[in-house]
């Protein structure tokens, strides 16, 4: 919550000196424009720097079988994994709406199987399915696997933008091992 306020105030404040510079370039005040525009500047370089340090110093965290991970009212979490033979393996997924009064579905579900090897997107079909409230949703993928320490990754579409979010640019990504 703090890293979203950060964010708001941020952007808030760069508004507000892009806004006075401009009225100061109306006035023909260059030196007040000049100022507004240094904070105009200053502000979200240092936000982004700040951004940029937690993410590329975050390490992936490893979730254990039936974690829950959660986008607001969507959860996900990978109920088990079934090993086919050594490359292939079945992750049965469970899905879940903690809604109240509302049926929703995901914004941009997305997964990807990470290793040493790289990143290999999986598609999963049902993942973007609408969910009433409080309903829960199975589903099974098989998937293959390459590369040291093979991982399951979720993610959904949010805002890239926010400190210390699994979602922003940079940071490392949570999985399941498979």
Known sequence: MVAVAALVMAAAVTAVGVALCLA???????????????????VPSVYLGVL???GLTSRPHERALGEWRCFDDWCVTVSAV????????LVHLQIRSDARRV???PDQPRVSVRSAAGNVPVS??????????????????TVTVTGADPRLV???GSVPLVIGDEDS??????????
């Open 103 to 105: 049926h929703q579905r």
């Open 154 to 156: 979720v993610e959904e």
């Open 52 to 54: 940029a340090a937690v």
């Open 24 to 42: 100061a370039l109306v006035r023909r005040d260059g030196t007040r424009a000049r100022h507004w525009a240094l904070l105009a500047v200053i």
């Open 82 to 89: 079934d090993r086919v033979d050594a490359t292939t393996r």
């Open 124 to 141: 999963v079909q049902g993942l973007d399915q609408r969910l009433g409230p409080g309903q829960r949703v199975s589903l099974e993928v």
């Open 169 to 178: 640019w940079w940071h490392a990504r949570s999985g399941w091992p498979l």
